[in-house]
């Protein structure tokens, strides 16, 4: 499974995330990604990160809050993952 390290702004603290999947939605790509931590709980939390691209080469991830983009995003791609039970 493919992982990704995400570093909180406010806390600058590094998380190792395991993505469930990725979606080109709306022209913009974005990944459902749990802590690789989590993966073996019963009671896990997703999270719908954004890919920005920085100059072309360089992506960084950010995760969707807006609940106008974060709905149908989140819809799609847990079709993607139905046999996986997840709170959003």
């Not at 600058?12 to 993966?39: M, P």
């Not at 920085?54 to 791609?77: A, C, R």
């Amino acid at each position: 499974m493919e992982t990704i390290v995400f570093t909180f702004e406010e806390t600058g603290e590094d998380v190792e995330f395991a993505i469930l999947s990725s979606l080109e939605y709306d022209e913009e790509t974005y990944l459902l990604a749990v802590e690789k931590e989590e993966l073996e709980l019963d009671d896990m939390t997703a999270y719908v990160l954004k890919a920005i691209s920085l100059d072309g080469e360089d992506v960084i991830y950010e995760i969707v809050d807006d609940d106008d983009e974060l709905l149908p995003v989140s819809e799609k791609l847990m079709e993607l993952v139905e046999d996986i039970d997840i709170d959003m």
